[in-house]
């Protein structure tokens, strides 16, 4: 590793004031911080302990929930109100990695990790995310990345959590120097094209404290359903997340968001569009196939828009089934 100071503070202004200059790292889970440590991925010189801030722990509320940005995966999936209310960020929550790092990732560092592309990860390419000037997926081994929003980078978004939260309304509490401020979720994310260094809106002395969902409804469904292999070390190729509002089996409104193929958790509006005012049953093709107009694979990732409108079509016939709910 590249030698760093290690920092504990006892307090969010402790926090601001260690990232204020930029070369800070916020350690949590450690779950990708201390991978990108080992491979000496962009090292800071700075690792700032947030593990002792108890506010950052928890999950308070009944019907609209507060979670701590410390709160682990384990916990997120395992909490009765989460699984009740929120089915697709408890379902979400469970996909991640294996049981091991469950119990140790965070819900702040699931949002906040750096993207998982092979050459990002490797010290033997100064690609587009590193400062240099290529993006070696447009003519390399491209099989997992974006198939859409990409360019000039094509990397994928590797959040699980990110999509269902998006899709159930989420909204994030940030502190740094200047106090407190709320963000909608999915507001928070940036891809290459506004962004090509960093991956959301985070300021250099920023911390997420909270993320809070709005109160559940009884007429809304909600599922996530994600797709993996070994050989993706248990990232999405493709992900699925869907909260629709009912009336009955009709489907008056609702978010549909795309993980693991975009440099963001990726909406589909016209795939709503296309329930919007029909019984869930009989628009499950429409909406499938709206989902991924537009799509523009690479060489070796074409497979990912057929996969990508089976998920979705999975999903939505959980929900017509009544399988997936929350009340």
């Known amino acids: 590793m590249v030698p760093f100071d290690l920092v504990t503070p006892r307090n969010l202004h402790d926090v601001a004031e260690a990232l204020a ?6 350690l949590a889970g450690g779950t990708d911080l201390l991978d990108r440590l080992k491979e000496r991925i962009d090292p800071p010189a700075r690792v700032v302990n947030i593990k002792g801030l108890r506010e950052l722990y928890g999950i308070a509320g009944d019907r609209g929930l507060s979670l701590g940005a410390l709160t682990t ?4 999936a395992g909490n009765d109100r989460v699984r009740h209310w929120y089915p697709a960020l408890a379902e979400a ?6 049981p091991q790092l469950r119990n140790m990732g965070t819900l702040g560092g699931n949002l906040c990790q750096r993207p998982r592309c092979w050459y990002f990860r490797s010290n033997d390419y100064p690609c587009l995310k590193k400062g240099g000037s290529v993006c070696y997926a447009v003519t390399g081994r491209n099989k997992y990345h974006a198939i859409f929003g990409g360019g000039p980078s094509f990397i994928v978004h590797p959040s699980d959590t990110a999509p269902a939260l998006i899709a159930l309304g989420a909204q994030l509490e940030i502190h740094g120097a200047a106090g407190k401020r709320m963000l909608p979720l999915h507001d928070f994310f940036q891809g290459p094209r506004e962004n090509l260094l960093h991956e959301n809106r ?7 404290t909270r993320v809070h969902l709005p109160p559940a409804k009884d007429s809304t469904r909600s599922t996530f359903v994600k797709f993996r292999e070994k050989q993706s070390l ?3 190729i493709s992900s699925v997340a869907v909260a629709l ?4 089996d009709t ?17 589909v509006p016209a795939a709503v569009q296309q329930l919007q005012g029909r019984r869930l049953g009989s628009a499950i093709d429409d909406a499938a196939e709206a989902a991924v107009e537009g799509a523009r694979p690479l060489d070796e990732n074409g497979f990912k828009v057929t996969l990508t409108r089976n998920l979705l079509r999975r999903a939505l016939q959980q929900l017509a089934q009544g399988k997936a709910d929350a009340r």
């Open 245 to 248: 509002d009912m009336d009955g």
């Open 21 to 26: 200059d930029g070369r800070g790292e916020i």
């Open 93 to 98: 929550a469970l996909s991640v990695a294996t």
């Open 73 to 76: 995966m384990a916990e997120v």
């Open 251 to 267: 489907v008056r409104d609702g978010r549909i968001v795309l993980g693991g193929v975009a440099p963001v958790p990726w909406s």
């Open 202 to 208: 985070l300021e250099r002395d920023d911390l997420i």
């Open 234 to 236: 248990d990232f999405a």
